[in-house]
Structure formats: C-alpha cells, structure tokens
C-alpha cells in the first residue's frame, strides 16, 4: 500500500512538473512578440507621408513580418525629441529645427536621414492691416507657433535681414508663442498684427478670418527650398537595424513618388486621417490652397539646414560652435535613391 502511494505520489508530481513547464512555455511564448519600428508623426499634412503609409500600410508591408509597425502621435517636435531621446520611438517625421536641437542635445544621437516636406509656411497679416514691406513690421506684434520651431527661426531670420530687433532684443517688434488654433483667435479680434504659420493654418487663416498673405511660402525664406519636416531616426536603432530603417526609407521614398503622382488621392487619404486622428477634416478649399504651398519630397535639403544651425546661433537658439558634423546620415537615402535613377 506504502508502495502504491508513493507512486502514485511521484507520478502527481512529474505531471506538475510537465503542467508548469507547458504553461512556463505558454508564458514566454505569448510575452515574446516580434521586435517593433516605432514611427513618431503629427496629425498634420506636412507629414503626408507618414498618413498615408499608416492608413494604406505601406511600411508594415516593407517590413514584413519582422517588424510590428507601431504609431506614435505628437503634436510639438520637443516632445518628440523627448521621446527620441528615452528611446521610446525609433524614427520620427519632425521639423528640422527640433531635428538639429535633438542632434546637438545627444550630441550626435539623433540624425536626419531624409526630407519629407519643403515650404508650406506663409506669414500673414489681420484682414484690415496690408503690409507693403518689411519695414512696416516696425511696432507689430508678430505670433509663432512655438518658440525654437522653424517658423519661429523663418521670422527672426526675416527681422535680422530687415534691420528689425524683437522687443526682447531692444526693438519694437513683439513675437510671441501661441498655439494655431489661438492664433486664429487673436489675428480675427486684432489682438495680434501678424503671424508667421505653417499649413494648413495659413490656408485656414486666409479662408476663415480674411488674413492677408504678406509672404507666401516662396517668400518667406530661399524661396522655399528649405526642409520644413524630415526624417530622422536613433542612431542606436540605426546601428543595431540597418534593414529596418532601409526597408523604412524605400517604403518612404515610395510614398513621396505615389503622392506626387496622384495628389488628389494622396490628399484625401491625408485628410481622412486627420479627421480619424483628430476628430475634424480640412475643408476642401484649405486642403487645396494649403497643398499649393507644399513640396513632398525625400530630399533632405542639406545646405539650408546647415544655414538654419547658423541662424540658430546668430539669433541664439543654439550656444557657442555646435557640432553637426554627423547631423545627416545618409548613406542609405543615397544608395536607395541613386538605383531608383538608374
């Protein structure tokens, strides 16, 4: 009887033993998943290539099955370079001025791999106020976006070149920090005089308030020649996934050639994700009128974002002789776009 126990004992034990290790595996098998691109976006069109390859799939499929596309939404570049900085992305659609911060900050850990977006910001004025030349920006209170963003370096560059100085600086033109929606505000009640925005905002500005276009988005700087969103990805990440971001940058090289080749399919498909992701889409006629002042492209615009680190230093931004030697990465982009020509 002893005996009979003792084995039946043994016997309950060993089938604990194979239950634990089939749920042990169970376990590791369901924890483990397939490693992950994490892309950082704005709801916005000067992404457009970033809204439509989420909506159509088009760098899940590039990928494949060996990386789970996961969408990270922002609404600020800081915040993304925060982001970029804790390694909670991988790749990010930004402007290049926070690109060119997030570079200096990790000195050389953040890098632009490729253009997304030229142009497409406009300075305007209040419906009753025409401005005929730069000196009449003498007096004026002028709103940005955001301080340290591009718009906000494409206005100061602008009083620089016109012998104009910002309160803050000993003149008397007022530039302040106001979020768009605000600025909309501000500029229909003539509590501001201008603002210098990016679009689809200037479209909005002019269709909903009656803003005057001042400079439009070949007016504002290098006739509009200069990235206002690129691509940036972790050096880290880039290091240890090579393939990943090369599939990444096809997929976007792709994009930029789709879009441009139907951009009334483009643009509906970029305004139905900004009313997914934000609850409102663009009427029709902003859509168009924004679109006009936009370049989609993969060219990153080397030269003019050299000139902003130097304007960014000029006007303070950034302090001393900022290292950017290793500001582009772009031995990929080159490879992937010179077997595209040939």
Known sequence: MQASTLNKKLSMLLSLIVLLGSLIG????????????????????????????????????????????????????PEQIEALMAGAIDVGYIGPIPAINGHVRTKGEIQIIAGATNGGAVLVSRKDLHINAMSELS??????????????????????????KETTRGGDVEVIQVANPDIKTLLDSGEIDLALVPEPWGARLVNEVNANIVLDYNEVWKEGNYNTAVVVVRKDFLEKNPEAVEKFLKAHIELTKSINDDKSKAQQIVNEQIKELTGVALPQEVLDEAYKRLIITDSPTTEAISEMVELSVAVEFLQGNPDISSLFNLDIYNRLTKVSAE
Request: with cysteine; hydrophobic share 35%.
């Open 26 to 77: 169970c376990t590791n098998a369901t924890s483990s998943k397939d490693p992950s691109l994490r892309i950082g976006f704005f709801p916005n069109i000067t992404h457009s290539q970033a809204l439509v390859g989420m909506a159509e799939g088009n760098f899940q499929e590039a990928l494949g099955n060996e990386y789970v596309i996961e969408w990270n939404e922002f609404n600020a570049g």
């Open 139 to 164: 007096g004026k209170k002028i709103a940005v976006p955001q301080f340290g963003n591009t718009q906000d370096l494409s206005l100061r560059n602008l009083l620089l070149q016109n012998n104009l």
